[in-house]
C-alpha cells in the first residue's frame, strides 16, 4: 500500500523568503508522484510531476521538487516567495499497481506574508 | 471550452432532496473520477470510472449514486443525504487508469451545503 506524509499543515514564510514544503511517501514500487495546489474555490492544479526521468522537476510558477530515493521524499521548493503564492499544496503518489489512483497526503497550507 | 467543467458550482438542498452533479471534461480523456473534499480531512476517492466502466467503488454510501454515459461526462446523484455530507466534490479526468504516470486534471468543485 502506498501513503504520503506531508510535514507541517501549515507553513509561513515572508514574501522573497524560501519556500520549502515537505513531502515523504511510501511505496512498495517505483512511485509516480505529483504535486497539486488549490487556490480558494478552485479545484487541484498541476504544479509538476516525477515520473522516473530527471530527479530534479520544475514546475509552473517557479516552483521545483527533487526525487530522493534515499529519504523517500519529494519536497517542493520555491527560491523566493510571492504573495500570489499563498494557496494549499498536496502531494499525491501512484504507480503502477494503483490503477491510475492518487493517495494524496493531507495538505500544506501555505501563508505568505509581506 | 477546456479542462474539467463542473456545474453547479453551489448547490444547498435538504435531506429529501434529490440532486445531481455533473462534470464533462474536454481533454479526450477515458478515465474519470468523483473524490469528496471536506475541511481538515484527506481527499477522499469516492468513484473511478474507465471507458465508461466502474472500476471503484470506494465504499461509498448508496445515497450516492454515479453515472458515467460516455468517457466524457460523468454525474453523481444524490438523495436522501446527511448533513456530514456537505463538502466539496471535486471530478477529475485522467487519460487511463493504467497510465499511472499521465496527471489527473480536476474541476472547479462544486460545493454541497445540506440544509
Known amino acids: 500500500a502506498q501513503s504520503v506524509t506531508q510535514l507541517g499543515s501549515h507553513v509561513s514564510v515572508s514574501e522573497g523568503a524560501l519556500v520549502l514544503l515537505r513531502c515523504n511517501y511510501s511505496?512498495?514500487?517505483?512511485?509516480?508522484l505529483f504535486w497539486y495546489v488549490q487556490y480558494p474555490n478552485q479545484g487541484l492544479q498541476l504544479l509538476l510531476k516525477?515520473?522516473?526521468?530527471?530527479?530534479l522537476v520544475k514546475g509552473i510558477n517557479g516552483f521545483e521538487a527533487e526525487f530522493k530515493k534515499s529519504e523517500t521524499s519529494f519536497h517542493l521548493t520555491k527560491p523566493s516567495a510571492h504573495m500570489s503564492d499563498a494557496a494549499e499544496y498536496f502531494c499525491a503518489v501512484s504507480d503502477l499497481g494503483g490503477y491510475g489512483k492518487l493517495t494524496f497526503g493531507q495538505g500544506t497550507i501555505l501563508t505568505v506574508h509581506p | 471550452e477546456t479542462g474539467v467543467t463542473q456545474t453547479p458550482r453551489h448547490l444547498v438542498m435538504g435531506m429529501t432532496n434529490k440532486k445531481s452533479l455533473k462534470c464533462e471534461q474536454h481533454?479526450?480523456?477515458?478515465?474519470m473520477y468523483w473524490y469528496k473534499q471536506s475541511a481538515k480531512k484527506p481527499l477522499e476517492l469516492m468513484f473511478v470510472y474507465n471507458f465508461k466502466e466502474q472500476t471503484e467503488n470506494n465504499s461509498v454510501p448508496s445515497r450516492f449514486s454515479p453515472e458515467c454515459p460516455n468517457s466524457s461526462h460523468l454525474f453523481l446523484h444524490l438523495h436522501t443525504l446527511q448533513p456530514e455530507d456537505s463538502a466539496l466534490y471535486l471530478c477529475?479526468?485522467?487519460?487511463?487508469?493504467?497510465?499511472?504516470?499521465?496527471?489527473?486534471?480536476f474541476g472547479d468543485g462544486t460545493r454541497l451545503s445540506i440544509l
Open positions: 511505496s512498495s514500487v517505483p512511485p509516480y
Open positions: 477529475a479526468s485522467s487519460q487511463d487508469t493504467g497510465l499511472a504516470n499521465q496527471p489527473q486534471h
Open positions: 481533454l479526450g480523456h477515458n478515465a
Open positions: 516525477y515520473t522516473s526521468a530527471a530527479t
